[in-house]
């Protein structure tokens, strides 16, 4: 099973911005579709972003559509998470994970998605 960190969490206040990571412990990182989720206390883990094996589709919720853009590279085996214009509603705790299977297209589902990180907490205050 792959292992993944991810870093880079905090409190900022609304309008802020943060940079998530998610680095990949092992040699297989360019083989991976890649996904962003956040599950904020009470909901249900969701979607925020999801890159392709080469970096060339993206895609995202539509909640943080123009705000977040993800990003990778594969020569570091890191992933990562740009969030702009944060609101408090992005409150929640940020995990990465890489999708099961052999297509390279982003799926949304969670049960699509193993090897989870721990998360790292993104706290947006008002």
């Known amino acids: 099973q792959e292992q993944l960190v991810e870093s880079g969490g905090g409190l900022v206040q609304a309008g802020e911005s943060l940079r998530l990571s998610c680095a990949h412990l092992g040699r297989t990182f360019r083989f991976y579709v890649l996904g962003w989720f956040r599950q904020a206390p009470g909901n249900e883990r969701e979607f925020v972003a999801g890159i392709d094996r080469s970096a060339s589709v993206t895609s995202y919720a539509n909640s943080v559509k123009g705000r977040f853009t993800i990003s990778r590279d594969n020569a570091k085996s890191t992933a990562y998470l740009e969030m702009n214009n944060l609101k408090t509603e992005d409150t929640a705790v940020y995990y990465c994970?890489?999708?099961?299977?052999?297509?390279?297209?982003?799926?949304?589902?969670?049960?699509?998605?193993?090897?989870w990180g721990r998360g790292t907490q993104v706290t947006v205050s008002s």
């Open positions: 994970a890489v999708q099961r299977g052999a297509t390279n297209d982003i799926l949304t589902r969670t049960d699509a998605y193993d090897s």
